[in-house]
């Protein structure tokens, strides 16, 4: 028997998760693709499966004295959305799980739920089940998501090549500064709870803090246009963490340009007042669910004048060479930081 | 705003899931089936796609002091097949989430996973994706699976009808004895840590309680004998209560006779040592997933020498006579007792 200790620590999460895949291997013929991607894809003869999921815990992946529970089920559905969305596909059904203390009513069950099935109409998909369970302390919400499309349009983040043009949607960071925002005015509150919360000057970051949006509406627009990404992920670790997940399954280098980067005036101005760098809130932040793509050259003119999706750079073929061209025209290493929580 | 505030514990889980499905619609034509069975059922072209989703908490349904890790990896996915099976399908895929504190070591994450890919190279099932988050206490496992089958050979719990005949795979009871036993060892440890634990004469129902096994055999023979079951479920919350699950799904009623109920004898005497009623364990123990359905009465004659299914009672036309016959004769009514978490 061993009696060696090892602590998650010394692995992070996305070592952890590495180390946990080691040696998997797939048996069937209908699983297309397992681990590594947004979804997982399931062959269902012309078309393909997309199958997500993912967990939110209380005290880890968001605070109750500052999150509506509304929000937090609109939230938790939201983000599986987004890795439909990611690998190119329509989200069709969801099974949703909670574990909760008896700390929780009745009615604090339905506001989570109202937000939940509110975002299966926003998004069109039917909530097919779920369970149930007591938990020792906390709220738990952990949702599995099936999406689907065409055989062969479903998009990975491996197919990206050099030459391709790195695109973002709507804006970055704001959701980080918007959590910044939150813990801030926790700390007021708890310092004197007489104080009232201040979010309504800095309401744009807040809302993408507490309500992301799946893009949806982008790969609507981009089928309407005839554009097949050659490779997409959604920004959810923060960009330079996501861009390395292109690189790396892509075996591409990426090469950004800081000026390029969208990032909201108000959310800018709201970090700088919270002595925080926009860029870096936008490189490492995470949390906005935009869409991170490439497209071939000859899609770029299609999309130049889109008013919600920014060229930011392009791939060349050095997957070491992964850089931040910031506006003094130096070249930094692109860097993954994730969220770190063990 | 409200300010009602009700207690979880007066809906009770069933109540809760029922409170919280209220309202819910389907919207996409591949919903074949939501919410009310063993797994959604999904349109797949000629096949279906079954997905079914289970949640563990540790100090809820499982206790660290006596369940080793390994098992518990093994179990978490086993009860997820015994849905599919539930719906006479072929389980394909799984995702597996955890949520852990950093009490837990790299290695105690290592004998987790040893049991949940031991799991899927069991029932030939392949791991395809994940989540792994920290936890600010207690572990808490997270499975969806999706299984397979021919459309129209799904097994639903509401296809039973009047004069099918009741079966139910194995043994009954003796995962619920294993946990007494087990609880019971806890409580003498604790009193005195030099004792050991004597589990070895109580082999069969503490593995019952620690190693569940799925039934993809039984599903696997039916089918060799050409035996679609008229409804299903796995005997997750107890006979009784899984009976009254087709009772009401199906909209008759059920007849058994307590003399026909499979009770292992080492078993049942370990039971009687606890003062424990053996068929009280059968009813409502539950965490046997074993299988539960009712055949047609042509199908009768193939199924009554098999070593281990047992024809327990019939369907008839009444659903609100969910009788059990004992015996002595008398005829008492199956009541759902389940589990009570909150």
Same mark, same amino acid.
Do not use: V
């Given at each position: 028997m061993s009696t060696t200790r090892t602590d998650i620590s010394t692995l992070g999460e996305f070592g952890l998760i590495d180390h946990i895949h080691q040696g998997v291997t797939l048996?069937?013929?209908?699983?297309?693709k397992g681990i590594g991607d947004d979804a997982a894809v399931i062959d269902a003869g012309e078309e393909v499966i997309l199958l997500s999921t993912d967990m939110l815990v209380e005290g880890i992946h968001f605070d109750l004295a500052y999150t509506p529970l509304q929000h937090l089920g609109y939230k938790s559905v939201a983000v599986n959305v987004s890795d439909i969305a990611a690998m190119n596909g329509k989200p069709e059904q969801v099974v949703v799980s909670i574990a909760l203390s008896n700390r929780f009513s009745v009615e604090a069950v339905d506001a989570l739920y109202d937000g939940i099935k509110a975002a299966c109409e926003s998004y069109g998909v039917d909530l097919v089940g779920g369970d149930t369970a007591a938990s020792p302390s906390g709220l738990i919400i952990s949702i599995s998501i099936l999406g689907r499309t065409k055989k062969g349009n479903e998009v990975y983040r491996s197919g990206a090549r050099e030459n391709d043009v790195i695109c973002v949607t709507g804006d970055l960071g704001a959701a980080y500064i918007g959590l910044q925002i939150l813990e801030r005015e926790k700390e007021v509150f708890l310092a004197d709870p007489n104080m009232q919360p201040d979010l309504e000057k800095h309401e744009y970051a807040v809302g993408r803090q507490l309500k992301p949006k799946a893009r949806m509406d982008i790969i609507h627009e981009l089928a309407d246009l005839g554009i097949k990404p050659t490779a997409m992920i959604d920004v959810s670790d923060g960009l330079a963490s996501d861009l390395l997940h292109i690189s790396k399954n892509s075996n591409v280098g990426v090469r950004i340009f800081e000026d390029k980067i969208p990032i909201d005036e108000d959310a800018f101005n709201t970090a700088v007042e919270f002595k925080l760098d926009p860029f870096t809130c936008a490189l490492n +932040? +995470?949390? $906005?669910y935009e869409l991170l793509f490439t497209i071939r050259q000859q899609d770029v003119e299609k999309l130049?004048?889109?008013? $919600?999706?920014?060229?930011i750079g392009y791939i060349h073929s050095d997957p070491k060479q992964n850089v931040l061209i910031t506006k003094n025209e130096n070249v930094v290493p692109l860097r993954a930081q994730g969220w770190v929580h063990f």
């Open positions: 048996r069937n013929a209908t699983s297309l +932040g +995470g949390e $906005d130049k004048k889109h008013y $919600d999706i920014q060229m």
